[in-house]
């Protein structure tokens, strides 16, 4: 892990025409931006498909081998002559954020298109390749999302064959709906070609990809209707128990995930085969793996199924060791970062000493406990972390100075940076800081190069509602050009160019 920077921004965060950021023009742009200025990494969040009924979250995906086909690019369709320009009736869109119940609509009708003008191709062996290629996962995938909306029912609430996967139950509605599977697997097809393309970009421009790597798939998925025996479900197939963490910085009741825990004896006894092969479909599109919620592996914290939040909950061990053994034993040393944040015991900093795993560091955490041993704050940093100002799950640094940080907190904070100056002088010198640290790599979001304000929250942990939809305008996206070029006299300084 070389000394460098990066810039944390989700996909759907970027600029564009069509209600969403994509894999168009200005993900190319960006990547463009950040490489001239000297950055060398790109984190983005987990790119699987969402769903509305889960409030966009991509931690509650269908599935964590498929691609989310809001992220397919219009220009990409248009150059494949999958579109025309006359097929894109655009909506009114909002500017600032997501527009989610707009985006879904506008842009299936256009991949509906696109996959009646695919049909005329000639030639079809590129997707093919890809179908067989990616066939362990894509295949159930396919059926799963076409019997979804057949049903218009979770996967437990199906017929009983189908619930319990008998073969040739499977091979008929295969039959039936061969189309409309053909279909899914398209759509799967054009976004990774797309996420494909715009990673060899990035890469030939010097840039690497932190890929975000949820640790739990949504219950209601593909990977838990196909994997059921490796998930803790009663013999109706419901969750026994579900995933979250108890009380902490983020939440007084703590935070009721709700996705099925694993029962890691059968993990164990499989060989972790579903976690490995999930490892080496992420190592085809990232460089960097972010494991979310490092601590469950070593020991994860399981709720009774029915309760109303993480309060009433027990934490059970997992088998780390075994896991990390099997995982380097399969793909050498691998870049993987810990998301070590929370409460984290002995236990788990043994693991990552183990497998020599860097850890994260928030910077704004460094000020919970006016503590001048708390390990976010800079002087207690070591060289094999990767360090933030702040991360999605917290507020901006602004939003943090000015609606959250006590007084007390906030004199130590302007002790610590030497500063009284305005809140942009206070952000700019906490970046010129962590650049200045003996963090091997620090990453900075998009926000906080902007000086913006709690508006641009990405994530409110423990609420629902309203979460994953902060997007920059035009005009943002040409002051961040901006104000990266003042950035980049730090990466000079400090060694990280």
């Not at 838990?224 to 902490?248: R, S």
């Not at 070590?340 to 788990?348: A, H, K, N, Q």
């Not at 943090?400 to 906030?410: P, R």
């Not at 004199?411 to 002088?425: A, G, M, S, T, W």
Request: charge should be negative; hydrophobic fraction near 35%; proline fraction near 4%.
């Amino acid at each position: 892990m070389h000394r460098g920077a990066g810039i944390f921004l989700p996909i759907f965060s970027l600029p564009s025409n069509y209600g969403i950021g994509d894999f168009g023009e200005f993900s190319y742009r960006f990547i463009d931006i950040i490489s001239e200025n000297g950055f060398k990494l790109w984190q983005i969040l987990p790119l699987n498909p969402i769903a509305y009924e889960n409030y966009n979250s991509p931690y509650l995906s269908s599935s964590l081998f498929a691609g989310n086909y809001l992220f397919i690019s219009l220009e990409f369709l248009i150059k494949e002559k999958l579109i025309d320009e006359k097929d894109i009736n655009l909506p009114s869109f909002k500017e600032n954020e997501v527009d989610y119940e707009k985006v879904y609509d506008f842009k299936q009708k256009i991949l509906d298109i696109s996959y009646e003008n695919f049909l005329k191709f000639k030639e079809k062996e590129e997707f093919y390749k890809f179908s067989y290629e990616n066939s362990y996962w894509l295949s159930d995938f396919s059926l799963f999302n076409v019997l979804k909306r057949y049903f218009k029912k979770n996967w437990n609430e199906w017929p009983e064959k189908l619930k319990k996967r008998d073969e040739e139950t499977l091979k008929e509605f295969e039959r039936i709906f061969k189309k409309e599977i053909e279909k899914e697997k398209f759509i799967q097809y054009i976004f990774y070609k797309e996420f494909s393309a715009l990673k060899r970009y990035a890469n030939e421009k010097n840039i690497k990809i932190i890929g975000d790597i949820p640790i739990y798939p949504s219950y209601d998925s593909s990977d838990v209707w196909v994997n059921q025996d490796i998930f803790k479900l009663d013999e109706n197939k419901n969750p026994i128990y579900v995933a979250g963490v108890p009380p902490d910085y983020f939440s007084e009741k703590g935070q009721l995930w709700g996705n099925p825990v694993y029962d890691w004896e059968k993990l164990k006894e499989k060989e972790f085969c579903y976690w490995i092969k999930r490892i080496e479909h992420s190592l085809k599109f990232y460089d960097y793996l972010r494991l979310d919620h490092f601590r469950g592996f070593v020991a994860y914290y399981e709720i009774p199924y029915g309760k109303e939040d993480a309060t009433e909950g027990k934490w059970v061990n997992a088998f780390p060791y075994e896991f990390f053994n099997k995982i380097y034993e399969k793909f050498g040393k691998i870049n993987i970062i810990a998301e070590d944040l929370g409460y984290i015991t002995p236990d788990v900093i043994e693991v990552m000493e183990r497998f020599d795993i860097p850890g994260m560091r928030v910077f704004l955490f460094g000020f919970c406990d006016k503590n001048p041993n708390n390990p976010h704050l800079p002087h207690n940093y070591k060289k094999h972390i990767f360090a933030y100002t702040s991360t999605h799950d917290t507020n901006t640094l602004r939003g943090w100075i000015e609606n959250e940080i006590d007084e007390e907190s906030k004199d130590f904070l302007l002790n610590y940076i030497n500063k009284k100056q305005d809140v942009e002088e206070i952000i700019f010198e906490i970046i010129r800081i962590l650049f200045g640290s003996v963090a091997n790599v620090v990453i900075i979001p998009l926000q906080d190069i902007l000086f913006l304000g709690e508006e641009a929250r990405i994530n409110r942990p423990g609420k629902k509602e309203g979460n994953w939809k902060f997007r920059i305008n035009f005009s943002l996206f040409e002051e961040f050009k901006k104000r990266i070029k003042e950035l980049k006299k730090f990466l000079e300084i400090y060694g990280r160019l």
